[in-house]
């Protein structure tokens, strides 16, 4: 049961924008920089954003991160086909029972 | 180009432990800027972060895990394995090895192994 809330999906026709949340604690995103990843089916999760809102070499600016207080957002502009995915955001959670944390991951569907 | 790769058994028997290695090639598994770690993800379910260790032995777990839960690492041999010991079906996952920075970054992953535990 993860401690990083997440939309359980979200639609968007291509073309179009769609932004995905990520709701935490003072313990983890309040406190802690927020990693963004995509995961295609049947493949391993790729880095999207790190560090809040920078995107590692090869990252299109249609992705973008933010956060503020203790949520994060990921914005998808431009939507494509090959953006249908699972989204999830990451964090440091330093309560006692805390760690690297996952967000419960949102599904992106182009319409 | 770094790249990871997960090898063990892809079916134990539960109560029994589960073994995996990552080799890591293209890049050092003795850099003192990153982590390697393990993460786990249930069939049809989200990520869980199992542990990571540093290149020195220096290791951290998740504390829902940690009773279960050994890595260790071999830089002569450029790889870190993972023990999880008394395994049930809840233990089922696809597992990945992966390397991250000291800011909560994953940047390299391997492909994943899917380890099922069944008797």
């Known amino acids: 049961q993860s401690v990083l809330t997440q939309p359980p999906s979200v639609s968007a026709a291509p073309g179009q924008k769609v932004t995905i949340s990520c709701s935490g604690s003072?313990?983890?995103?309040?406190?802690?920089?927020v990693s963004w990843y995509q995961q295609v089916p049947g493949t391993a999760p790729k880095l999207l954003i790190y560090d809040n809102n920078n995107r590692p070499s090869g990252i299109p600016d249609r992705f973008s991160g933010s956060k503020s207080g203790t949520s994060a957002t990921l914005d998808i502009t431009g939507l494509q086909t090959g953006d249908e995915a699972d989204y999830y955001c990451?964090?440091?959670?330093?309560?006692?029972?805390?760690?690297?944390?996952f967000g419960t991951g949102t599904k992106v569907t182009v319409l | 180009q770094l790249q990871l790769q997960e090898s063990g058994p892809g079916l134990v028997k539960p109560s029994e432990t589960l073994s995996l290695t990552c080799s890591v090639s293209g890049g050092s598994i003795s850099s003192s800027t990153y982590y390697w770690a393990w993460v786990r993800q249930p069939p049809g379910k989200g990520l869980e972060w199992i542990g990571s260790?540093?290149?020195?032995?220096?290791?951290y777990y998740n504390p829902s895990l940690k009773s279960r839960v050994t890595i260790s690492v071999d830089t002569s041999r450029t790889q870190f394995s993972l023990n999880l010991n008394s395994v049930t079906a809840s233990d089922t996952a696809l597992y990945y090895c992966?390397?991250?920075?000291?800011?909560?970054?994953?940047?390299?992953w391997g492909q994943g192994t899917l380890v099922t535990v069944s008797s």
């Open positions: 003072s313990s983890n995103i309040g406190n802690n920089y």
């Open positions: 260790i540093y290149y020195s032995g220096s290791t």
């Open positions: 992966a390397r991250h920075h000291h800011n909560p970054s994953f940047d390299y």
């Open positions: 990451g964090t440091w959670d330093s309560s006692l029972s805390g760690g690297h944390v």
